[in-house]
Nanobody
């Protein structure tokens, strides 16, 4: 069982930065692929970024590539998402998720946090 708690959301102007963090419980954190997903009002949940457990491989959605950076600290059981050059289109609830698979498909993630709101004003 893994419990995930996100933090770091908020309101920021376009072009600004935010750093999201996700704290995970459990002693097997290092064996999980960790992902960030987001859901904007009226839209489906979409993949943002993932960092695999098997190697320090990272994957990003095209919409955030070059602006967002995902990282993990297995010693602290945390995963972070550094978001730079934010745009109004980045406004959404951001969710941290965990899976034992190597995947970016949301339905394959077993554990989810409660979400944190990110609002980017123009």
């Amino acid at each position: 069982q893994v419990q995930l708690v996100e933090s770091g959301g908020g309101l920021v102007q376009a072009g600004g930065s935010l750093r999201l963090s996700c704290a995970a419980s459990g002693r097997t954190f290092s064996t999980y692929t960790m992902g960030w997903f987001r859901q904007a009002p009226g839209k489906e949940r979409e993949f943002v970024a993932a960092i695999m457990w098997s190697r320090p491989n990272t994957v990003y959605a095209d919409s955030v590539k070059g602006r967002f950076t995902i990282s993990r600290d297995n010693a602290k059981n945390t995963v972070s998402l550094q978001m730079n050059s934010l745009k109004p289109d980045d406004t959404a609830v951001y969710y941290c998720a965990a899976t034992r698979l190597i995947t970016t498909t949301g339905r394959s993630y077993e554990y989810w946090g409660q979400g944190t709101q990110v609002t980017v004003s123009s």
